[in-house]
C-alpha cells in the first residue's frame, strides 16, 4: 500500500520554513520513505521544499502552487506561463529516484506574482533603513545601495541553515517578502524594474568558487535560476592575489569603471573558499535637464556651520513637492519615467538630524504615498552639482543587527557545500553617486567573502544638508539611500 502525507504551508506563510525544516529532517531521519507527498505550497517556495524533503520521497507534488489558490489546475507548463518558473528549475533539486510535479493556477500565480512585487520592495527598503539607522551615526556623506547588499546576502542565506540562516532573514527582512526566501529578489526582477525602459538600472550578480572544491549542485542552480548569478571557478589557494584581480575587473567591465577596487587588498587569501558579488549601474537623464551655462557657485552651509562655496544648477521643472512642518520634500523625474531623486531637506536652521530621525519605514512610507499623489508643480530648482563616494566594511554593523552567527565557527552553510568550516569573513560595499546637468550616474558594488573558520513649493534651493532616495516609482523600491551634508568629502 502506497505510504502518502499531506502538508499545508501556505497559510502560515514564510514563516512556516523553519517548522518545515524541522519537519522533513525529522521524515528524513525516520528512514521511512514516503511514495507521495503532496505539499501545498506557494510557488516560489515550492524549491525550498523540494529541498528540505529531499530523499524523503519518491515523488514530490505541489497543489494550488501560487499566492491566493484558485479552482483551475494544469501542468506547470501550461499554466504559470513562461519566466515564472526558470527553465530546469525543478531539475535543481531533483535527487535521485525523486520526481517534482506541480499543478497551478496559471492567471492567479501571475496576478499574485505581479502584486508581491511591493513587498519585495518592502523587504529591501526595511533592510535600507535599518542600515542607514546604524551608518547615520558616523560623519560626512553616506551613501549605499540597500537592494544590492540585500541581494548579495540573500544569496548567501539560501546556503545557510539553522540559526546562521534564522538570523539572515531577519536582519534582510525577508519575513516581509511573499515569496519567502526564495521569492523575486528586489533587484532586477522583472516585477520591479522594467530593463525595457530607458534608464534602467544594468545589474550583473557573479559567484566565485575555489577550483577543485565541491559545491552543492541545487545551490549554483538556484542562483542562477533565481538571481541570474554567473559562476566563475578561481585559485584562491594558490593565487589570492589574481583571484582578487579578477574579481575587481569583472566589477569595473560591469559598472563601466565606475567601481574600481570593490575588494580590498586582504580580504581574499589562500582559505578563501567562495566570494559572492552583486553590482549595480543606474545612469538617468534628467526628463528637463539643466543649463550648464547657468551653473554657478553659492554657499553650501554644512551641518557644521560652516559655508562652502559649490557649484549650484538652477532651472525649472515639472515635479511633485510637498511642503511640511519638518522641511520640503521634493521628487524630481528622470526622463524614463520609472525612477526619480527624492530628496528631503529640512527647515531653515533645523538640523538634519530632525530628519533622519523620522524616518521609520511607515513614516517615510506615509510621506513618499503623499509625495507620489501630489499634483506636479513648476518649480524653480537649485541643487548642487556633487559628488558621493561611499565604501564600507560592514560585518560589524551587520552584527549590531543581529547577524553575528555567520561570521563564527558555529556558521552554517551546509547548502552550499558539504564542509563544515566555511564561515562569513567579510562583507564589504562601494557605492558611486554624481548629480549634474545632465542627469545622474550611479553605482554600487557588494561583495561577501567565505573562508575556512577561523504641500507646495515654489522654489527649492538645497543649500544645506539633506537625505537623498533614487526612488522607482512603481513599486517604491530605494535603489540608492544616501544623505548630502559636506561638498568637500
Not at 489558490?69 to 535543481?92: H, R, S, Y
Amino acid at each position: 500500500m502506497a505510504k502518502g502525507m499531506f502538508i499545508d504551508t501556505t497559510s502560515a506563510g514564510s514563516h512556516a520554513m523553519t517548522s518545515l525544516a524541522d519537519l522533513a529532517r525529522a521524515v528524513r531521519e525516520s528512514g521511512v520513505v514516503f511514495d507521495v507527498i503532496n505539499l501545498d505550497t506557494c510557488l516560489m517556495g515550492m524549491f525550498e521544499v523540494a529541498y528540505e524533503f529531499r530523499g524523503a520521497a519518491d515523488y514530490l507534488i505541489f497543489s494550488d502552487v501560487m499566492w491566493g489558490c484558485g479552482d483551475t489546475t494544469g501542468t506547470m507548463e501550461q499554466a504559470c506561463g513562461p519566466g515564472l518558473v526558470p527553465d530546469g528549475a525543478a531539475d535543481a533539486f531533483q535527487q535521485p529516484g525523486m520526481s517534482c510535479t506541480s499543478l497551478c493556477n496559471g492567471s492567479g500565480n501571475r496576478q499574485a506574482h505581479q502584486g508581491g512585487a511591493s513587498s519585495e520592495a518592502e523587504s529591501s527598503n526595511l533592510f535600507g533603513l535599518d542600515l542607514y539607522a546604524c551608518l547615520k551615526v558616523r560623519k560626512g556623506n553616506l551613501l549605499f545601495s540597500p537592494s544590492s547588499i540585500s541581494t548579495a546576502l540573500t544569496m548567501l542565506c539560501a546556503g545557510a541553515g539553522g540559526q546562521t540562516r534564522r538570523e539572515m532573514a531577519s536582519v534582510l527582512r525577508l519575513h516581509r517578502r511573499e515569496g519567502g526566501l526564495h521569492g523575486p529578489v528586489p533587484l532586477p526582477g522583472p516585477e520591479l524594474v522594467h530593463h525595457d525602459a530607458a534608464g534602467s538600472p544594468e545589474t550583473a550578480r557573479a559567484l566565485w568558487v575555489q577550483e577543485g572544491n565541491e559545491y552543492r549542485r541545487e545551490y549554483l542552480d538556484l542562483l542562477q535560476h533565481y538571481h541570474g548569478a554567473d559562476a566563475f571557478v578561481v585559485d584562491f589557494s594558490t593565487g589570492p592575489g589574481q583571484a582578487l584581480e579578477r574579481i575587481n575587473a569583472w566589477a569595473v567591465e560591469r559598472t563601466q569603471g565606475t567601481i574600481t577596487a570593490l575588494l580590498d587588498e586582504g580580504m581574499v587569501h589562500a582559505s578563501t573558499e567562495l566570494v559572492v558579488t552583486d553590482v549595480i549601474r543606474f545612469s538617468g537623464k534628467w526628463l528637463e535637464p539643466f543649463d550648464p551655462e547657468d551653473t554657478r557657485n553659492r554657499a553650501f552651509r554644512t551641518n557644521r556651520g560652516e559655508t562652502v562655496q559649490t557649484p549650484f544648477m538652477h532651472g525649472k521643472a515639472d515635479v511633485r513637492a510637498l511642503a511640511l512642518e519638518e522641511g520640503d520634500t521634493i521628487g524630481i523625474p528622470f526622463d524614463a519615467g520609472t525612477f526619480s531623486l527624492i530628496i528631503l531637506l529640512p527647515r531653515e536652521g533645523t538640523d538634519l538630524a530632525a530628519i533622519e530621525e523620522g524616518m521609520t519605514h511607515e513614516g517615510l512610507a506615509r510621506l513618499l504615498d503623499r509625495l507620489a499623489g501630489s499634483p506636479q508643480i513648476r518649480a524653480k530648482l537649485s541643487l548642487p552639482r556633487f559628488v558621493v563616494k561611499d565604501g564600507r566594511e560592514l560585518a560589524d554593523t551587520l552584527g549590531l543587527l543581529g547577524m553575528r552567527t555567520a561570521f563564527t565557527q558555529e556558521a552554517d552553510f551546509s547548502g552550499i557545500t558539504s564542509q563544515k568550516n566555511l564561515v562569513l569573513t567579510a562583507v564589504v560595499h562601494k557605492a558611486f553617486l554624481e548629480v549634474r546637468e545632465e542627469g545622474v550616474e550611479a553605482a554600487s558594488g557588494s561583495g561577501a567573502v567565505m573562508a575556512k573558520g577561523s504641500g507646495a513649493v515654489a522654489a527649492f534651493v538645497a543649500d544645506r544638508p539633506f537625505v537623498f532616495v533614487i526612488r522607482e516609482n512603481k513599486t517604491g523600491l530605494f535603489l540608492f539611500l544616501g544623505r548630502f551634508v559636506d561638498p568637500r568629502d
